[in-house]
């Protein structure tokens, strides 16, 4: 098993930009979540999804969206990049209770 | 919601030296708790986990035990290593959604 893949590693964009950080995971889990990492706040949650078609805000959503169409791909799109999105995106996936587990994150930079 | 206050630090030890990293917690229902670890420039990876009151969650020679009538989970090992620097975050897991804290950087000195 890959695990849970995250591309890509880095990314530089533009104010206003777009662009979509790709996630997928192999394990059948049913839960799956994106979390942002920023020095000095920790991880914070920015959507959450239980299964294929269902997905949920958590404690930062705003300036990104998500979609479960498969329960192994959950993509987060930024609509129109800012520079406060600069930061280390982590996606995570678990089933029940069990131990959730991380991807290797992707670093962004929005200039 | 459920959220997690946890000592911020820096941590910085002598090798040999013991450790304690408080971390405490509030949430609804009977949530699991976790204590994952990330090393420089990687994700984040499980280090122990408890499920119920009273249960000792171990690994690596980390301990930390289930404490609900003080709603804590305090992470200890006896004797820390170089290989142990590293930011340990405190997790409280209910329903859903898994919930950290700040992280606190432990860096161990030879």
């Known amino acids: 098993n890959a695990g849970v893949t995250q591309t890509p590693k880095f990314q530089v964009l533009k104010t206003g930009q777009s662009m979509t950080l790709q996630c997928a995971q192999d394990?059948?889990?049913?839960?799956m979540s994106w979390y942002r990492q920023d020095p000095g706040m920790g991880l914070r949650l920015i959507h959450y999804?239980?299964?294929?078609?269902?997905?949920d805000q958590g404690e930062v959503p705003n300036g990104y969206n998500v979609s479960r169409s498969t329960t192994e791909d959950f993509p987060l799109r930024l609509l129109s990049a800012a520079p406060s999105q600069t930061s280390v995106y982590f996606c995570?996936?678990?089933?029940?209770?069990?131990?959730?587990?991380f991807g290797p994150g992707t670093r962004l930079l929005v200039l | 919601g459920n959220s997690v206050t946890q000592m911020e630090g820096p941590v910085t030890l002598s090798e040999e030296a013991f450790l304690t990293i408080n971390c405490t917690y509030t949430?609804?229902?009977?949530?699991?708790l976790f204590w994952y670890v990330q090393y420089p420039g990687e994700g984040l990876q499980l280090l122990l986990k408890?499920?119920?009151?009273?249960d000792k969650g171990s690994n690596k020679g980390f301990e930390a035990t289930y404490r609900k009538e003080t709603t804590s989970f305090h992470l200890e090992k006896g004797s820390v290593q170089v290989s142990d620097s590293a930011v340990y975050f405190c997790g409280v897991g209910s329903n859903y959604k898994l919930t950290f804290g700040k992280g606190t950087l432990l860096t161990v000195n030879p």
């Open positions: 408890a499920t119920k009151a009273d």
């Open positions: 394990m059948n889990h049913e839960y």
């Open positions: 949430a609804t229902g009977y949530p699991s």
């Open positions: 999804s239980v299964g294929a078609g269902i997905t």
């Open positions: 995570a996936s678990r089933t029940g209770q069990e131990t959730q587990y």
